[in-house]
């Protein structure tokens, strides 16, 4: 199941899935965690077609940009209401099914997404947002304590800077790219491959031992002195 605001765009890729498996196996639908009534429509849509959930990623997020002395309240208000209680909020409500879902031989998993930006001290104007993807972090790891004994296993994986929506202004702008490029050892952006990998270790049985992990994913940039 694939959630977003833009639920158009969802539907677009569940069907795309359908064709290359050959079977319905996905589904996307409109979701916003921005308030309780969005997080409800959310269970409801789940709840409608499983009664179990094996892994949840909370892949929502936004982001804003002011420089200091002209940075809004509300740049921060939206960010924090979106990527943090968002997740957090979702999280509570589906622990029912992923506790059904869940046993010590084959947890649930849950993965957030934070951010390199979330460990390095790095605003670049988004300070809303690096506050938001540490406190992302931190979340991760209390829930990794307080979930365990339930069989749910909770990390997150901290991005570099990889091609989306978020970081176009950047990536489809040479000039941006190149000095975005620059910043990672590994000279290169991240890679559709770079993330499903790390997805697919950690719930598989190889990640079921690993718990409250924070995975940088960002080509060394957090390595960096």
């Known amino acids: 199941m694939i959630a977003s605001r833009k639920g158009a765009v969802c539907e677009g890729a569940a069907a795309s899935i359908n064709e290359e498996m050959g079977r319905d196996c996905a589904f996307g639908f409109a979701a916003d965690l921005a308030s309780d009534e969005g997080i409800a429509a959310v269970i409801k849509a789940v709840s409608a077609r499983t009664d179990k959930l094996d892994i949840l990623m909370n892949n929502a997020g936004?982001?804003?940009g002011a420089p200091m002395g002209e940075f809004p309240r509300s740049g921060f208000d939206k960010i924090m209401n979106v990527n943090?209680?968002?997740?957090?909020?979702l999280t509570q409500a589906l622990l029912p099914l992923l506790e059904a879902a869940a046993s010590a031989e084959n947890p649930a998993r849950i993965v957030n997404v934070g951010s390199v930006v979330g460990t390095r001290a790095v605003g670049n104007n988004a300070y809303s947002y690096t506050a938001s993807k540490a406190a992302v972090h931190h979340l991760t790891k209390v829930l990794s304590n307080e979930l365990a004994a339930r069989h749910i296993?909770?990390?997150a994986i901290a991005p570099g800077p990889f091609p989306s929506r978020m970081m176009a202004f950047v990536t489809e702008n040479e000039e941006l790219a190149a000095l975005a490029r620059a910043d990672v050892?590994?000279?290169?952006?991240?890679?559709?491959?770079?993330?499903?990998?790390v997805l697919q270790f950690l719930c598989s049985r190889a990640g079921a031992y690993i718990n409250g992990a924070i995975i940088p994913l960002d080509g060394g940039m957090s390595a960096k002195p």
């Open 62 to 64: 936004a982001t804003w």
């Open 84 to 89: 943090v209680t968002g997740v957090f909020m």
């Open 153 to 155: 296993t909770v990390n």
């Open 185 to 197: 050892p590994l000279g290169r952006l991240g890679e559709p491959e770079d993330v499903a990998g």
